[in-house]
């Protein structure tokens, strides 16, 4: 018997999203809100893949034929080596803006994810890329912070988040 991979992995975000879905029940409806609505979204496209998953039939197909197998093209030129690795450059990323969250909080993570990505992976220039990141930050505090009044929790060492929070409401609070 072939394993379905897909099966198998379509399944484990399911189970994540329940476990989700249950930890968050209890929560405060502001709190609870967004994280639900996110969730139940995430469990119908789920089995509406397992649905998908056990109830279509498979062809073999060749090995040259990849229509369908694939979000983009194969480059069937690459060597092993560049395959993994471009596997692994988005789970890199993502596992690095998270221990930025983890480290320092969301404030500061986004503007900084934002303007080393872009320098790095977009090799867009500097001016560019600090605008941009600018404008995130602007976003960030501005939207969840002072409109929202979301809570952010409280990062590993939050005083670089806190200093430049406490500037922006010494700012405001200025009248300038």
Not at 128 to 150: A, E, R
Request: contains cysteine; hydrophobic residues 55%; charged residues 10%.
């Amino acid at each position: 018997m072939k394993i379905n991979y897909s099966l198998l992995f379509t399944c484990f975000i399911l189970g994540v999203t329940a476990y989700l879905i249950y930890a968050a029940w209890d929560w405060p409806f502001e709190t609870k809100f967004f994280p639900l609505a996110i969730a139940w979204v995430i469990v119908v496209l789920c089995i509406a893949q397992i649905a998908v998953d056990v109830f279509t039939t498979k062809n073999p197909i060749s090995s040259k034929d990849q229509t369908g197998v694939v979000d983009s093209p194969v480059e069937e030129d690459l060597g092993k080596g560049e395959t993994i690795w471009r596997i692994l450059i988005p789970w890199l990323w993502l596992f690095g803006f998270i221990g930025s969250i983890w480290l320092i909080g969301f404030v500061l993570s986004i503007p900084l994810f934002i303007l080393v990505y872009m320098l790095v992976q977009g090799r867009e220039s500097f001016k560019v890329s600090f605008t941009w990141s600018i404008v995130g930050f602007v976003f960030t505090v501005g939207l969840f912070d002072m409109i929202l009044h979301t809570h952010w929790g409280t990062p590993f060492w939050s005083g670089p988040g806190n200093f430049v929070m406490e500037l922006i409401y010494r700012y405001i609070s200025s009248g300038v």
